[in-house]
């Protein structure tokens, strides 16, 4: 799925320890309901990605390249060119498509996750392998719910796109490339969210202690800007180090449109040597100017958002 998802943050967005021992417990962390949990990440991941999206949209372009001989667009004049040619409504066509998928699959996410850990940890709820496991199914089962509608997303934000909407989408990848159309990037999400999610937490967990630290005395008072903080270098830097699996993910999932290249395979590394070829090592880092400028913030907002739900739920269930 998409980069800057609740599955990215800190394990303390998910329900840890013996009290998510049992999926069926009236309780879990903080005071919530388990479903209480999905829909805040679910409300984080929507606003995250909405309120971000332009600059989605613009490094969706500048991965996807130039036409040959042309040298290759930089943030600025990517921008210009969509205000001029499209208006500011261009930068959001494919927020449906993303809408429809953000939801479901963080849906799915916190689902699976809790059921494996419970499945795996046995006796010892804080088993870290059974943790780590279940964050690598949860991450397979909702980059499979999440990757048909980013395809769509990414198509539609093409400049030129040919579709009229999400239905016409849909409708004419089926027909003209079949299912398999959809699901061409899958390989390469996974093993992309693998690195970002590593380098993720472990940024977020040292940028949190380092906060803290400085001034421990407004810890509480100042947590939500801790988050923030912490989840904003955190995103940045791990969008940053996965940014050439994005564009290998991005360039299958437009193959074959408006002018892109099709590739004879799906496999990662033939794409990666296509790109090379074609554009040279550069090629492969393209867009990490917006995919930067989209996660530190991104990753800000989830997390004030997903404190703000966690908060609301915490009081109304205090009230019954």
């Not at 990440?41 to 606003?47: E, F, Y």
């Not at 996807?64 to 040298?71: A, V």
């Not at 494919?94 to 849906?107: D, E, K, N, R, T």
């Not at 100042?222 to 969008?239: I, N």
């Amino acid at each position: 799925m998409a980069d800057a998802s609740a599955k990215f943050h800190s394990p303390e967005l998910l329900p840890p320890g013996p009290a998510a021992a049992d999926l069926g417990a009236a309780q879990q962390h903080d005071g919530l309901h388990f479903w209480q949990f999905m829909v805040a990440g679910s409300v984080a991941g929507l606003v995250e990605h909405t309120a971000m999206f332009p600059v989605d949209t613009l490094k969706t372009r500048m991965q996807i390249g130039s036409p040959l001989c042309h040298p290759p667009l930089g943030l600025r004049q990517v921008l210009h060119g969509v205000l001029r040619a499209e208006g500011p409504f261009g930068l959001y066509r494919g927020l449906v498509a993303m809408s429809l998928g953000a939801g479901p699959a963080h849906a799915v996410y916190f689902s699976v996750y809790e059921f494996s850990k419970k499945s795996l940890s046995g006796n010892n709820p804080s088993n870290p392998f059974a943790h780590a496991a279940s964050g690598v199914f949860a991450t397979v089962a909702s980059d499979a719910v999440f990757t048909p509608m980013d395809t769509v997303k990414q198509r539609l934000q093409l400049k030129s796109s040919p579709y009229k909407g999400v239905l016409d989408c849909v409708a004419r990848v089926l027909r003209e490339e079949g299912i398999g159309a959809f699901f061409a990037s899958y390989k390469t999400t996974v093993v992309m969210n693998a690195p970002y999610t590593a380098v993720h937490f472990a940024t977020y967990e040292a940028a949190k202690r380092g906060l803290t630290q400085i001034s421990p005395e407004n810890t509480s008072d100042e947590q939500l800007v801790v988050h923030a903080t912490a989840g904003a270098a955190a995103g940045a830097l791990a969008a940053a180090v996965t940014t050439p699996l994005d564009v290998v993910k991005t360039q299958l999932q437009c193959q074959g449109v408006c002018g892109c290249d099709r590739f004879s395979s799906s496999s990662t590394s033939t794409v990666i040597g296509t790109i090379v070829r074609r554009d040279g090592y550069p090629g492969l880092m393209r867009g990490w100017k917006p995919r930067m400028l989209f996660h530190a913030p991104a990753a800000a907002i989830c997390w004030s958002t997903y404190e703000a739900m966690k908060s609301f739920f915490y009081e109304l269930n205090n009230k019954e």
